[in-house]
């Protein structure tokens, strides 16, 4: 399958302080692809190497095929979308103005305008000037910014981290549709239910290092537990190993009429994260 | 390859004029000048020295300051890297980020002539050197507000660079030191004032050729470092 973005042996250093320390990995066409790593473990230095606002210090890193120095030509940042964590609006303008001035920087017509803001669930504000928005709001206009133009790759740090449940599902539901049209996702994150809910795989970052790359399940089996909580009638709870013996009591427990409920024990991205670098999200 | 589309200027242009009109400071700074050339004008000198000191300081108030201030809040509000990130090439953002600043003060420029009652000898070369002097102020105010973090660091930072490039012409009253009369000789300020003092006597373009030659080099060397000072800021 294409790749979208390779990366190899990527290392960023401020001074005497590394941000990333040799990462290498690849993004395929029409994948989703989670960073997940708390603050400070090179999130968005990858994201900033990844769309040219940044110098990496050693190692290579494509996108499109081409090299980074290419991004600096306009016309592949047609093709991406990105949405950081300084990603600012014009603040006496209306959000229309503000997606107007986009429309008319990558060439589209003003109509993609109601149907972004559908997504990010603004339709009902496009004429309130920015300064008159709360944060939330202000983050989705920016997200709306980011995809107007439907892009070929989009990069998104920390897409959600000023919304409410409600508004957070309506973009999840947003992006989600974007992807199945064939753009790939790039994101950074610490919600773990963001990750497990969006990404076809995630990357655990921490302190600039990989420490593992896979899809959520893959990662939940391989870390999971070797045995099952089972909880009786009466609320006795018994923990049984996943194996012959575990199974036959389990067998027992059904036939006796004592089952209530039986637990897998899968860990959450969250627990795996703890379980490898010994730090929370 | 560089590429240029007068749409994305066009767009950038109409972005800032929408803005502009809902940003008072801006449009105070603008009647700035206004009211001083107003002032002068009360006073009813014919001395041309006097009655052109009106459009030094429109150039550097709404040409110098204003830009300075529309790019450095670009900056402070990060809608700056948004452009940077867009597909607005180089040439494009400052073109686009300059226009409505030049168009504004040509507008002050104008209307300070008209109430300082200037009478502008030889109008054509009188233009050639508007626009020079234009071009040039509008882009130091580029460069300065690129330099700052903020619209008030754009006082800071522009105050002592815009009293020398625009108003040198003061510092000669102020020394014997030869070297340095020499050197304010070249300001664009004296520049200015040298070609309009040389109109208003002969009204040709023969005395006033050197003049014009060291305008257009501060023109070409502050636009290179305009560009350069860009290109440092595309990437952290």
Not at chain 1, 32 to 52: D, N, Q, R, V, Y
Not at chain 1, 228 to 254: C, S
């Amino acid at each position: 399958m294409e790749h979208v973005i390779e990366v190899r042996e990527l290392a960023k250093s401020f001074g005497n302080k590394v941000a990333l320390k040799s990462i290498s990995f690849d993004v395929k066409k029409g994948e989703t692809i989670g960073f997940l790593g708390p603050s400070g473990s090179g999130k968005t230095t990858t994201i900033k190497i990844l769309t040219a606002q940044l110098h990496p210090t050693a190692g290579e890193a494509s996108v499109f095929g081409e090299p980074l120095e290419k991004l600096k030509d306009p016309s592949y940042m047609r093709r991406i979308g990105i949405l950081t964590d300084n990603s600012g609006l014009y603040e006496r303008l209306t959000i229309f103005d503000n997606l107007a001035l986009y429309c008319d920087l990558y060439g589209i017509s003003k109509k993609s305008i109601d149907e972004v803001l559908e997504v990010v669930n603004l339709q009902h504000d496009k004429n309130t000037p920015v300064q008159k928005l709360s944060k939330g709001m202000k983050q989705r206009v920016t997200l709306a910014r980011a995809i107007v133009h439907k892009p070929d790759l989009l990069f998104l740090d920390e897409p959600t981290s000023a919304l409410d449940p409600v508004n957070t599902k309506h973009i999840h539901e947003g992006l989600k549709q974007l992807n199945r049209e064939g753009t790939t996702i790039f994101l950074t994150t610490h919600d773990m239910h963001e990750a497990e809910e969006m990404c076809d795989r995630v990357a655990f970052l921490h302190n600039g290092e990989i420490k593992l790359f896979d899809t959520p399940q893959k990662l939940r089996t391989r870390y999971g537990s070797s045995s099952v909580t089972v909880t009786l009638k009466g609320d006795q709870v018994v923990t049984v190993p996943k194996d012959e013996q575990g199974a036959e009591e389990i067998y027992r427990y059904m036939k006796d009429g004592q089952l209530a409920a039986i637990h897998s024990n899968e860990p959450t991205l969250g627990d795996i994260f703890v379980q490898l670098t010994g730090r929370n999200l | 390859m560089m590429q240029f589309s007068i749409r994305r200027v066009n767009a950038i242009f109409r972005k800032d004029w929408k803005d502009l009109m809902k940003n008072s400071y801006i449009i105070f700074t603008l009647a700035f000048p206004l009211i001083f050339a107003a002032w002068i004008g009360r006073m009813g000198s014919e001395d041309p020295a006097f009655q052109t000191f009106p459009i030094h300081f429109a150039l550097v108030i709404a040409g110098a300051f204003v830009q300075a201030a529309m790019v450095a809040e670009e900056k402070e509000k990060n809608t700056l890297r948004g452009l940077m990130l867009s597909p607005a090439s180089t040439a494009e953002i400052l073109v686009g980020k300059s226009a409505l600043t030049a168009v504004s003060t040509l507008v002050v420029v104008i209307g300070s002539i008209l109430l300082a009652e200037y009478k502008v000898p030889s109008p054509p070369l009188f233009i050639l050197s508007i626009l020079l002097g234009l071009v040039l102020f509008v882009t130091i105010g580029t460069i300065l507000g690129l330099l700052s973090r903020t619209v008030m660091e754009t006082t800071i930072v522009g105050m002592p660079v815009l009293v020398i490039f625009g108003m040198g012409s003061m510092f000669k009253a102020m020394t014997d030191n030869e070297m340095i009369i020499k050197a304010v000789d070249y300001l664009p300020s004296e520049q200015l004032n040298m070609i309009w003092m040389e109109l208003d006597r002969e009204m040709n373009i023969s005395g006033t050729i050197d003049n014009i030659l060291i305008l257009l080099a501060w023109v070409v060397v502050s636009f290179v470092i305009a560009v350069f000072v860009y290109g440092k800021r595309r990437f952290d």
